[in-house]
C-alpha cells in the first residue's frame, strides 16, 4: 500500500501533494516497465528475458524538478539481484529529477531554502 504525503516548505509556503510507495498493481514487472522512458524500459527487457524470476523492488519516490520547480513523485525500481537502480523522469515535463534522500536537508526547488517538511495525509493502493 502507497503513502500519500504532502511536502510544504516553510519558507516560501508552496505545498506538494505526492503519492509514495506503490500498489498492489506494481508487484510485476510487466506492469511497471511502462512507466520509465524506453532506455530504462529496454534494460527491464533484457533483465526480464535473462532472468526466470526478476528479483526487484519497486516504489514512487520523492523528487525535486529543478525544471518545473516542483516535488514530484517518481517511479524508482531496484534490481535485486543486479544491485541496479532506475528512477522515472518528472511526469509533468519528462526531464529529469534528483531523488530526495532527507527532506529536512534538501533545498525548496522554489525558494531555494532548506526549509522542506513532510505530512503523511493517507493511503492510496
Not at 533483465?47 to 514512487?60: I, K, N, R, S, V
Request: glycine share 10%.
Amino acid at each position: 500500500m502507497g503513502v500519500i504525503i504532502d511536502v510544504s516548505c516553510a519558507s516560501c509556503g508552496k505545498t506538494w501533494h505526492c503519492r509514495t510507495g506503490s500498489g498492489i498493481m506494481h508487484g510485476e514487472l510487466g506492469a511497471v516497465k511502462s512507466l520509465f522512458p524506453m532506455e530504462i524500459r529496454q534494460k527491464l527487457d533484457s533483465y526480464e528475458a535473462e532472468t526466470e524470476l526478476p528479483l526487484f523492488d519497486f516504489g514512487y519516490r520523492l523528487a525535486v524538478c529543478e525544471h518545473c520547480k516542483s516535488v514530484e513523485s517518481v517511479p524508482v525500481i531496484k534490481l535485486l539481484d543486479k544491485e541496479e537502480e532506475y528512477a522515472g523522469l518528472c511526469e509533468k515535463c519528462g526531464k529529469g529529477t534528483e531523488l530526495i534522500e532527507n527532506i529536512g536537508e534538501t533545498r525548496c526547488p522554489v525558494c531555494r531554502e532548506a526549509s522542506l517538511s513532510e505530512e503523511e495525509t493517507g493511503l492510496w493502493d
